[in-house]
């Protein structure tokens, strides 16, 4: 998400036709990585009886995003804002849900050994997909 906040905001400079490219897949694999990683991150910290109500709601916020993302769009064209407040328009949710995530990780009321436990289980399931392969 910090990717994603810093790719943005230079996306708002003039740079070179490569440059811009390149920070555009960046700003692409963060947000679509973003989506992913908060499907681990609610595995973690929802219980096992809500988990799947948990995920679905990512998911939900995550689809939500994906359709009012071109409307707010079309709003800040309409509005001819400077290129860098496109941007930063875009930019700022990613910091705000770093800085929730961040508050949410040192902060937490999960006990040490759930984590532990939420560990394990990570590690033996991605020990079962490698063998897998």
């Known amino acids: 998400m910090i990717i994603g906040f810093i790719t943005l ?3 708002s400079l003039k740079l070179s036709m ?17 989506q992913i990683v908060t499907n ?20 939900g916020v995550g689809r939500n995003g994906g359709i009012l993302a071109p409307t707010l769009c079309r709003v800040l064209l309409d509005r001819k804002l400077s ?3 496109n941007f930063l328009a875009f930019a700022i949710p990613c910091i705000i849900t770093a800085v929730i995530w961040f508050i ?6 999960m006990t040490a ?3 532990e436990e939420k560990l ?3 590690i033996l399931r991605l020990n079962h997909c490698l063998k897998m392969y």
């Open 104 to 109: 949410q990780d040192n902060f937490s009321n």
């Open 83 to 85: 290129l860098q407040g």
């Open 113 to 115: 050994i759930r984590q």
């Open 9 to 11: 905001t230079v996306l």
């Open 18 to 34: 490569i440059m811009l490219y390149v920070l555009i897949g960046i700003a692409g694999d963060t947000t679509t990585g973003t």
């Open 120 to 122: 394990i289980l990570c």
């Open 40 to 59: 681990a991150y609610v595995f973690l910290y929802y219980p096992n009886d809500i988990r799947s109500t948990g995920v679905g709601w990512a998911l």
